[in-house]
């Protein structure tokens, strides 16, 4: 059940924030594949760094294909045992630097400034047990 409403809820963050009229598109599948990517590679840093493991990371998608357009995007921010969803459009450039570079140091910082900088829904969290039963899913 918790995958079912995971994927609910990531709908419901990329409804709200897309544009139909864009070729910028991200569907739960493409969040579904990133998630999967971005935490088998946390893995593997955590496997050459194990100090990092107990600390607070994000990552963030953007469908950025056409860059007269905005991009679309979800951030994820991954603290303790809960994860924080955020989805949001803006410049394709600035989203593309902010993911790059222009990121606070603090990743708990990371949402906020997402939130100052770009046109933004709600955040929504969830437990990590429920991303992990999704993406097995």
Known sequence: ??????????RRLI?????????NQLTVDNVKDWLADYIEM????????PQEANK???????ADYD??????????????DEVTFLAGRG???????FAQSNFPVNPDEVLDHLAQ?????????THSDDITAWLQG
């Open 1 to 10: 059940m918790s995958g079912i409403n995971t994927k609910q809820n990531i």
């Open 117 to 125: 900088r770009f046109i933004i829904g709600e955040r929504w969290t």
């Open 15 to 23: 409804d709200a924030e897309k544009d139909p009229t864009s070729p």
């Open 67 to 80: 860059s007269t357009k905005e991009a679309l995007f979800i951030a994820a921010y991954f603290c303790s």
């Open 42 to 49: 946390r893995a593997e840093e955590i496997a050459h760094f």
């Open 91 to 97: 410049p394709v450039l600035d989203v593309r630097a």
């Open 56 to 62: 607070n990371h994000w990552d963030l998608i953007a």
